[in-house]
């Protein structure tokens, strides 16, 4: 239990600015109820005033959580949401938010996730790179990702905003992942061409067992190859869930590509496209999924 221990207090300390008079829930569902009531338990070891809550699972990242679930993320200051899949694009994560409510997602977290790899890192520098690497995106007109050997695709993101997800959080209403690392942006929809190989993770099926490789045209998957791609599309659906609706690029120099997208998403030398919702921040697609996928190494250009 001491490294446990340690390392949630030296998260908090280190990466938030609360008192101890501030109220915390511990969001988990059936899946990760065990690790959940550790983290509760070693924030109460702190001295922390924290409530648990236990949902049903979600059956993909982006799904809404159950009305009794996001009713009660208002009543706290601060929500940690250890869950299955992620609540990151949700409109019960932005509610809160719009309430003054801090909610941190930590999607697929593992023990070994707590005490190696993301969660390890020195978040000082983490903070700082994706705060640079948000401007970047910021400024671009559009980023161009080359992957294997011969395939391009071009992202247009003029005029929408680059979002930080540093893994600090020292405002009210603060929101991010845990461990975190990360800038993405909302691509303008139906704009994207071309095709990109995943050679990392996708959300929901984990490591890749061959690379997989999209084939995107006026900002929506229309072909994914292999076993795996075949899986990613039955997960996006038929509908507005095949749009293009985020990149990211990963900042965190201790994150590592394991086959959990919370951690995969972070590391150096990866970036992520994902597909499906992206309303929550700056885009227009409202759909119940979310789903990330991962590549390393590739090569991008900025225009």
């Known amino acids: 239990m001491s490294n446990f221990q340690e390392t949630v207090s030296r998260l908090i300390s280190q990466n938030f600015s609360v008192d101890k008079m501030s109220s915390v829930l511990v969001l ?10 550790r983290f509760a338990d070693a924030l109460q070891l702190d001295g922390w005033n ?5 949902m049903e699972d979600r059956t993909k990242s982006g799904e809404e959580p159950p009305q009794e679930t996001s009713d009660l993320m208002l009543n706290y200051d601060i929500v940690f949401c250890l869950t299955k899949h992620s609540l ?9 938010n719009a309430r003054g409510i801090s909610v941190i997602t930590m ?3 593992t023990e070994d996730m707590f005490l190696h790899g993301a969660m390890s890192a020195d ?17 671009a007109n559009s980023v161009v990702i080359r992957t294997g050997a011969d395939h391009q695709l071009k992202i247009t993101v003029a005029g929408r905003d680059g979002v930080p997800s540093t893994g600090v959080f020292k405002s009210k209403g603060a929101s991010g992942n845990l461990p975190s690392g990360e800038a993405y942006i909302a691509p303008v929809e139906g704009a994207s061409e071309g095709t990109i190989e995943i050679n990392g993770s996708i959300a929901g099926i984990g490591l890749v067992t061959e690379p997989v490789v999209l084939t ?31 990149l990211g690029i ?9 086959g959990n997208i919370l951690e995969d998403e972070k590391a150096y030398n990866t970036i992520h496209i994902a ?15 979310h789903i990330d996928c991962v590549t390393k190494d590739p090569q991008i250009e900025w225009e």
């Open 275 to 289: 597909f499906g919702s992206n309303h929550t921040f700056g885009g227009t697609i409202k759909t119940n999924v």
């Open 123 to 139: 978040y000082t520098i983490v903070e700082k790179e994706t705060n640079d690497m948000t401007q970047r995106l910021t400024v």
């Open 216 to 246: 995107i045209r006026q900002g929506k998957v229309t072909d994914a190859t292999g076993e795996d791609g075949k899986r990613l599309l039955e997960l996006l659906g038929d509908g507005d869930g095949r749009y293009l609706c985020e």
């Open 28 to 37: 988990s569902d059936n899946s990760t109820r065990p690790l959940g009531e």
């Open 50 to 54: 924290v409530e648990r809550h236990v």
């Open 250 to 258: 990963g900042t965190n120099h201790a994150a590592r590509v394991i």
């Open 88 to 96: 990151t694009h949700t409109m019960a994560r932005k509610n809160a």
């Open 107 to 109: 999607p697929g977290i």
